[in-house]
């Protein structure tokens, strides 16, 4: 096949152009490599020889396309040498003076039909093309690290790109291995934005004293199905990548609260601890392994009191099979005995504000979280309230432990843990529809491949119901009078109509 663009040029011969010159020489394309250091491209170069060396071991690539690989790669020794590219795209350092004052030479030295685009990964693909005479031949490229194994790329329309171009890129990153998905140029593009809900809510978590690192990490990857929890994921992209793009897309937009960074990344920023390539970051690293805190242990209980649950629990049929099934003892009645543990399962109100309301003894009473049915999770979760007795905690945590389930138990916070994380990813998708910066296709795509989430975010809401992601954001927005829990219109809409928040707008 006849690769869309025959001659590439990859400006930057770090690891992200390094990755692209890789998957556009298998494409088929002639690879022209510049950096302003010559020996990062020989670097380079020899790195990827390498690579094609052990794909020839592996079996992935015989020896012939090996060999013409190679040879594609060639080394540019100035950016005049990449006059004759059908394609340059740009990985250098994420600075728009920079990357707008090397766009502007290297328009004036490829040729007039040529197109030029840019890798950014949280930069305005307008801004950067604003001071260019042909914007229409500019876009946004924007490839995830590693290169060849995150199969997806964000293809960027500026204000003035000609709708020919994205088609073009489009084609060519199905022509190198990859998916691309289309993005409107808006802070973060889709995955960048879209990803604003995992880290920065689990922060808000752990700052308000919820629960630890590695508590949230494993109430996350057990209950909803994350392979890494969010303090396990910005320990592996590292704080001096990922709070510089929390504080960029939250400043593009002006300050919105849903975006907003925290402070506990800025001062572990500050201090070094910025993940597992140092070291340490929200984990400590020993020969590349996370020390984590062990899990508490189940307690001992002698006598098990009985059960009560709230008429208003969430999943209230489910909840009590589940208690049947782990041998507890159910009382019926109005109201709870006087020695009952009573158990409450709100979706979006904290257990404090729950027993308040239904007037229950908060010292007996303990949370649960029933948004995702216990038959699909690794974990219960738990919550006591600031009133909380140690033997009802000890009852409920000993009782939900019975069939070998793990357990954790936090402090009281409106929507848990889950509830929070998911409630958040599930609206900042639905504002991404609103703002129609992406298709619904392409958003569940994009996050799917370029963040590895178990499902997309649409998907989320779309299994676990609409109407509870609003019921717990609507909860948590009247307990934290908080603008960050506002629901979108897009999510409101759908969720009051009962309908797919996967079925694409007419």
Request: aromatic share 6%; net charge neutral; charged share 20%.
């Amino acid at each position: 096949m006849t690769p869309t663009y025959s001659t590439v040029g990859v400006v930057g011969a770090g690891a992200m152009g390094r990755g692209i010159a890789q998957i556009a020489a298998q494409a088929g394309s002639t690879v022209k490599l510049y950096d302003t250091q010559p020996q990062a491209v020989a670097k380079a170069r020899d790195e990827l020889s390498n690579q094609w060396d052990r794909l020839l071991e592996k079996g992935r690539m015989d020896a012939a396309a090996v060999q013409a690989c190679k040879q594609r790669l060639q080394a540019a020794d100035s950016l005049q040498a990449l006059a004759d590219c059908d394609l340059v795209v740009e990985a250098v350092v994420e600075r728009l003076d920079v990357k707008k004052a090397l766009f502007g030479e290297l328009e004036s030295i490829v040729k007039p039909g040529a197109v030029l685009a840019t890798n950014t990964s949280s930069l305005s693909v307008t801004a950067i093309a604003a001071g260019l005479k042909r914007p229409q031949q500019f876009a946004g490229y924007h490839f995830f690290n590693p290169v060849p194994l995150m199969k997806v790329v964000e293809v960027v329309a500026g204000l003035k790109t000609d709708p020919a171009v994205c088609l073009g890129l489009a084609d060519y990153a199905r022509q190198m291995g990859h998916t691309p998905v289309q993005a409107q140029d808006t802070p973060g593009f889709i995955v960048n934005h879209a990803g604003r809900g995992y880290g920065t809510e689990a922060l808000r978590v752990v700052g308000e004293g919820v629960a630890d690192f590695a508590t949230i990490d494993r109430i996350l990857k057990d209950q909803v199905g994350f392979k890494l929890g969010p303090f396990e994921l910005m320990d592996l992209t590292a704080l001096d990548v990922s709070h510089p793009v929390m504080e960029s897309v939250y400043r593009q937009y002006y300050d919105e609260p849903r975006f907003r960074p925290s402070v506990i990344t800025a001062q572990r920023l500050a201090g070094g601890m910025v993940g597992k390539k140092v070291g340490e970051g929200f984990y400590r690293y020993v020969d590349g392994k996370a020390q984590l805190p062990a899990e508490p242990a189940t307690p001992a209980v002698a006598e098990m009191p009985p059960v009560w649950v709230s008429t208003r629990a969430a999943r209230r049929t489910e909840l009590y099979q589940l208690l049947k099934d782990l041998g507890a003892k159910i009382e019926t009645g109005q109201s709870p005995s006087p020695q009952a543990l009573t158990l409450v399962a709100p979706l979006g109100f904290d257990v404090t504000t729950v027993a308040v309301v239904e007037r229950l003894d908060p010292a007996r009473t303990v949370g649960i979280d029933m948004l995702i049915d216990d038959a699909a999770t690794k974990r219960r979760v738990l919550a006591t309230n600031p009133a909380t007795r140690a033997d009802m905690s000890d009852a409920a945590h000993a009782l939900f432990a019975r069939d070998g389930k793990a357990v954790s138990v936090i402090r009281d916070s409106a929507g848990f843990v889950t509830q929070r994380v998911v409630a958040t990813i599930v609206n900042i998708a639905a504002d991404i529809c609103q703002q129609r910066i992406c298709s619904p296709k392409d958003l569940e795509t994009a996050v799917t491949l370029g963040l590895g989430y178990p499902l997309g975010p649409l998907a989320m809401g779309d299994r676990w119901g609409p109407t509870n992601v609003l019921e717990v954001l609507f909860n948590m927005q009247t307990v934290y009078g908080d603008p960050r829990y506002r629901p979108s219109p897009w999510l409101r809409r759908r969720g009051a109509i009962g309908l797919s928040l996967l079925q694409e707008e007419r």
